[in-house]
């Protein structure tokens, strides 16, 4: 089983970046594809981007694409999601989860095992 912990969230002005971490513990990193999701208040956990094991493939929401680079480290069992161009409508608790299946690149969130306690991204308009 691994473990997933978030960060570098925070509070930032629209047209802003952030960059989110996500440690993982437990288990190599290598042996999952990772997505970040998001769920803003009063709606639905949504799909954000996705990465297979060794980075070679990657895909991303419409609504961030061109804004958001997802990336990851094996070495250092982190994932990453570079935030650019940051928009108030960005705003929400941020979520990394782990794909059991390694080369998977599943956008639907019940497909991943495991997930962090997530981590909040505002962007002040």
């Known amino acids: 089983q691994v473990e997933l912990v978030e960060s570098g969230g925070g509070l930032v002005q629209a047209g802003g970046s952030l960059r989110l971490s996500c440690a993982a513990s437990?288990?190599?990193?290598?042996?999952?594809?990772m997505g970040w999701f998001r769920q803003a208040p009063g709606k639905a956990r949504e799909f954000v981007a996705t990465?297979?094991?060794?980075?070679?493939?990657?895909y991303y929401a419409d609504s961030v694409k061109g804004r958001f680079t997802i990336s990851r480290d094996n070495a250092r069992n982190t994932v990453y999601l570079q935030m650019n161009s940051l928009k108030p409508e960005d705003t929400a608790v941020y979520y990394c989860a782990a794909d059991r299946d390694r080369e998977s690149s599943h956008w639907e969130d019940r497909r991943y095992e495991y997930w962090g306690q997530g981590t909040q991204v505002t962007v002040s308009s």
């Open positions: 437990g288990r190599p990193l290598s042996s999952y594809a």
């Open positions: 990465i297979n094991w060794n980075g070679r493939r990657t």
